[in-house]
């Protein structure tokens, strides 16, 4: 079955970064767009940004410019490189493909605070 992994949110402060990765595994990931999407507390999940399996990406308004997606198909491995990061952008972090119809997996916390 899929089972995807996140990793790699933490404690940062306003203009810090962090990089998360999602392990992907029980698809051919090579085939599959991917995506990472958040969700803060009392609000819905939101789309950040996508990347094809061509590597052509996407990324909603709110972070273009400050966050980077890519990946790495030897590894089944999808990146979020997020610099610059800000106050409203602390939320729980989830990879998925574009649909976010594959099983969700535990996300990861990311919170900018001072």
């Known amino acids: 079955q899929v089972q995807l992994a996140e990793s790699g949110g933490g404690l940062v402060q306003p203009g810090g970064s962090l990089r998360l990765s999602c392990a992907v595994s029980?698809?051919?990931?090579?085939?599959?767009?991917m995506a990472w999407f958040r969700q803060a507390p009392g609000k819905q999940r939101e789309l950040v940004a996508t990347?094809?399996?061509?590597?052509?990406?996407n990324y909603a308004d709110s972070v273009k410019g400050r966050f980077t997606i890519s990946r790495d198909n030897a590894k089944n491995t999808v990146y979020l490189q997020m610099n610059s990061l800000k106050p409203e952008d602390t939320a729980a972090y989830y990879c998925?493909?574009?649909?976010?119809?594959?099983?969700w997996g535990r996300g990861t916390q990311v919170t900018v605070s001072s």
């Open positions: 029980g698809i051919s990931f090579r085939f599959y767009d």
């Open positions: 990347i094809t399996r061509n590597n052509t990406t």
């Open positions: 998925n493909i574009p649909l976010g119809t594959m099983t």
